[in-house]
């Protein structure tokens, strides 16, 4: 089974930078999946890491670390279009997602 | 190519009432998955399929059922709905077996509401 944390909120400023920590529990881990969804869509897939370090997309970065059951989604230069909820995914060995509850991030002007 | 579609877009329904929702992918995925998302707790699977002809329950399949007759169409049937049976519901595929990470695509979202 799996147990997923991130916090519920977080708010920022236009042009700032902001970190969305996830930690997880698992018993056969698989990868681990970003995406992000706007209020009234579904949700679009932004990240993925299946091994340790950093992987770079434009301004958005993933990070993981399977041995501390961690990740970190980085958001930079935020735009008032990245005010959404933001959802981390982590993949068993059977292939199924199990999702976290989602952090709604808010950009203030 | 439409990616995933899903029908209807939103619904009000009595209570006791049998509903389907529908489900279509065009990207030739093996893999099919249905959720429910409720406020405050994220998305939780509902069936699965891996692969045409064959399903899968998820963490929540109570008072749910599913078919996977051919590889593009993945109905999610509620025999008869329930209030705490409102919800939204997405649907999701992913190509399984590829070479990719198997991302899951998701649907617009059926949001179901059950009076």
């Known amino acids: 089974g799996q147990n997923i944390d991130q916090p519920t909120e977080m708010t920022a400023t236009e042009g700032a930078i902001v970190q969305i920590n996830c930690t997880y529990q698992t018993s056969g881990f698989n990868g681990l999946f970003w995406y992000q969804q706007h209020a009234g869509e579904a949700p679009t897939f932004l990240s993925y890491n299946v091994l340790d370090g950093l992987e770079e997309k434009g301004r958005f970065s993933s990070f993981l670390s399977r041995s501390k059951g961690y990740s970190y989604l980085l958001l930079k230069e935020l735009q008032m279009k990245d005010s959404a909820s933001y959802l981390c995914?982590?993949?068993?060995?059977?292939?199924?997602?199990?999702f976290g509850a989602g952090t709604t991030v808010t950009v203030r002007a | 190519i439409a990616g995933i579609t899903q029908a209807p877009t939103s619904q009000i329904l009595a209570a006791g009432r049998r509903m389907t929702l529908r489900c279509t992918q065009d990207m030739r995925h093996n893999a099919m998955y249905w959720y429910r998302q409720d406020l405050g707790l994220g998305l939780r699977l509902i069936h699965y399929?891996?692969?045409?002809?064959?399903?899968g329950k998820g963490e929540v399949p109570d008072g749910y059922s599913v078919s996977r007759a051919n590889t593009d169409d993945f109905p999610l049937t509620l025999a008869s709905a329930v209030p705490s049976q409102t919800s939204v519901y997405f649907c999701?595929?992913?190509?399984?077996?590829?070479?990719?990470?198997?991302?899951?695509?998701f649907g617009p979202g059926t949001r179901l509401t059950v009076l």
């Open positions: 995914a982590v993949r068993e060995n059977d292939y199924k997602l199990s």
């Open positions: 399929s891996n692969t045409a002809g064959t399903t």
């Open positions: 999701a595929s992913s190509e399984e077996g590829g070479t990719g990470p198997d991302t899951q695509y």
